[in-house]
Nanobody, 124 residues
């Protein structure tokens, strides 16, 4: 059974940094695309970043490019999202997701597995 569990969320001030972690278990993820999405109250879930488990490419939403970095540690079966220069508009529940595919898609419906999410709140 595939399990994705996020951690690292919290309440921070604008300009601060946070690192989210996503621990993956239940299968071999070597062929998977791992993604981060977020959902603010009253808004649709939106793409944040993604990385193949090979780590040979990355993709970011324009709103986080240059501030967020996605990475993975194969030995720990963990994907990270380093978030710097946080803004109040980054406030959302952040979700880790996995897609058994070779191309990075930015659509939530493409991803088969999801974690329960972790809350990130950025105060001004």
């Amino acid at each position: 059974q595939v399990q994705l569990v996020e951690s690292g969320g919290g309440l921070v001030q604008a300009g601060d940094s946070l690192r989210l972690s996503c621990a993956a278990s239940g299968r071999t993820f070597s062929t998977y695309i791992m993604g981060w999405f977020r959902q603010a109250p009253g808004k649709e879930r939106e793409f944040v970043a993604a990385i193949p488990w090979s780590g040979d490419s990355t993709a970011y939403a324009d709103s986080v490019k240059g501030r967020f970095t996605i990475s993975r540690d194969s030995a720990k079966n963990t994907v990270y999202l380093q978030m710097n220069s946080l803004k109040p508009e980054d406030t959302a529940v952040y979700y880790c997701a996995a897609d058994n595919g070779r191309l990075i898609f930015r659509t939530a419906s493409r991803y088969e597995y999801w974690g329960p999410g972790t809350q990130v709140t950025v105060s001004s």
